[in-house]
C-alpha cells in the first residue's frame, strides 16, 4: 500500500528559482493538505484542499500555490524560492472519519 | 484560532521509567489524534479519541481525552528505547481541519 507519495526527498534551489513538490495518494480522500515543519514551530498549514478544483489558503500560505486537477494529486508550487522558506514540507491526506491524517515521508528543502 | 499546547516540550528518560505528555487547549474538539514522528519520516498516527473521558490503550501507551474534550494525555509505562521520536497531538474539526501541538521530543536512553 503506497499512501501518500511525495517527492523529491531533498532539494536544494538558489534564491528566486521556482519548483513544485509533488504528492499523490491512492486512498480516494477527498481532503489533502501541505504542512511545513520548522524547528520549534510544529506544522504549520500552509494550503488544503476539500476535492478536485477546490483548494483554500491555510495559516503560512503566502509564496506558495497549489492545484488540484484530480483526486490522486495535490502538487505546492513555490514561485520564487526564498531562504524563509527552507524547512521541511509534508503532505498529508485526510480520512472524513474522524479527521485522521495520512503523511508522506516529506521533502526537506534548502533554498541558498 | 483554536491552539493546542503540548507539555512538556523536550523529555529526556532512562529505560524503564514512566513519563506522561499533555496536550491542552481552551477550544473543544470532535476529535483527538496522536501521532510520532521519526527523524527523517512523516508523522504516523497513533491513536484517536472522540468521546469525552474515553481512554484508549496501545501496549504500553494510554491515551485520555479530557471530558470535555478539549485535553488529552499519552502516558507511556516502562519507556524502550524505541519510544524515541517525536509525539503530536492534533485536534479534529468539522471541515476535515486539524490543528496540530507543538510537538514533545521525547528521548529515551538505554
Known amino acids: 500500500n503506497a499512501g501518500v507519495t511525495q517527492t523529491p526527498k531533498f532539494q536544494v534551489l538558489k534564491t528566486g528559482q521556482s519548483m513544485t513538490l509533488q504528492c499523490a495518494q491512492d486512498m480516494n480522500h477527498e481532503y489533502m493538505s501541505w504542512y511545513r515543519q520548522d524547528p520549534g514551530m510544529g506544522l504549520r498549514l500552509i494550503h488544503y484542499s476539500v476535492g478536485a478544483g477546490i483548494t483554500d489558503q491555510g495559516e503560512v500560505p503566502n509564496g506558495y500555490n497549489v492545484s488540484r486537477s484530480t483526486t490522486e494529486d495535490f502538487p505546492l508550487r513555490l514561485l520564487s524560492a526564498a531562504p524563509s522558506q527552507t524547512s521541511v514540507y509534508f503532505c498529508?491526506?485526510?480520512?472524513?472519519?474522524?479527521?485522521?491524517?495520512?503523511f508522506g515521508q516529506g521533502t526537506r528543502l534548502t533554498v541558498v | 484560532t483554536q491552539l493546542l499546547e503540548q507539555s512538556p516540550q523536550f523529555l529526556s528518560i532512562q529505560e524503564g521509567e514512566n513519563l506522561t505528555v499533555y496536550c491542552n487547549s481552551s477550544?473543544?474538539?470532535?476529535?483527538l489524534q496522536w501521532y510520532r514522528q521519526e527523524p527523517g519520516e512523516g508523522p504516523v498516527l497513533l491513536v484517536t479519541?472522540?468521546?469525552?473521558?474515553e481512554v484508549k490503550k496501545l501496549k504500553r501507551l494510554t491515551f485520555q481525552f479530557g471530558d470535555a474534550r478539549k485535553d488529552s494525555s499519552l502516558h507511556i509505562t516502562a519507556a524502550q528505547t524505541g519510544d524515541t521520536g517525536l509525539y503530536l497531538c492534533?485536534?479534529?474539526?468539522?471541515?476535515?481541519?486539524?490543528?496540530f501541538g507543538g510537538g514533545t521530543r521525547l528521548m529515551v536512553k538505554p
Open positions: 498529508a491526506s485526510t480520512r472524513p472519519r474522524h479527521t485522521e491524517a495520512f
Open positions: 477550544s473543544v474538539f470532535s476529535s
Open positions: 492534533a485536534g479534529g474539526n468539522a471541515g476535515n481541519m486539524l490543528t
Open positions: 479519541v472522540v468521546t469525552g473521558g
